[in-house]
């Protein structure tokens, strides 16, 4: 069964830290790319953060130099990578998703994390 498991939201006050991790596994065909993305109400869904299998990143321009998404680690074919957020602003409250790139085209979406960041 093929699952995404988001964990680490939670509310923080502005200026500090949490850091979310994500653990995809359950696909037979290979792990393209993980990201974060945000949703925050009233808003479309955003790309906050990206990495391929070969370690690229991209940022969000508005998360660059506060946030950082670690390489993915496999164990045991559970591809799993980490967000960390550090100086957060209210404007991050959010509920994050993480999603999973596969081969063939596959797309897996976690169920989300609520971050609240308050002011």
């Known amino acids: 069964q093929v699952q995404v498991l988001e964990s680490g939201g939670g509310l923080v006050q502005a200026g500090g830290s949490l850091r979310l991790s994500c653990t995809a596994f359950?696909?037979?065909?290979?792990?393209?790319?993980m990201g974060w993305y945000r949703q925050a109400p009233g808003k479309q869904r955003e790309l906050v953060a990206s990495?391929?299998?070969?370690?690229?990143?991209?940022?969000?321009e508005s998360v660059k130099g506060r946030f950082t998404i670690t390489t993915i680690s496999r164990d045991n074919a559970k591809n799993t990578m980490y967000l960390q957020m550090n100086s957060l602003k209210p404007e991050d409250t959010a509920v994050y998703y993480c999603?999973?790139?596969w081969g063939l085209g596959r797309d897996d979406w976690g169920q989300g994390t609520q971050v609240t960041v308050s002011s």
């Open positions: 999603k999973a790139n």
């Open positions: 359950g696909r037979l065909v290979s792990l393209n790319a």
């Open positions: 990495i391929t299998s070969g370690g690229r990143t991209g940022y969000a």
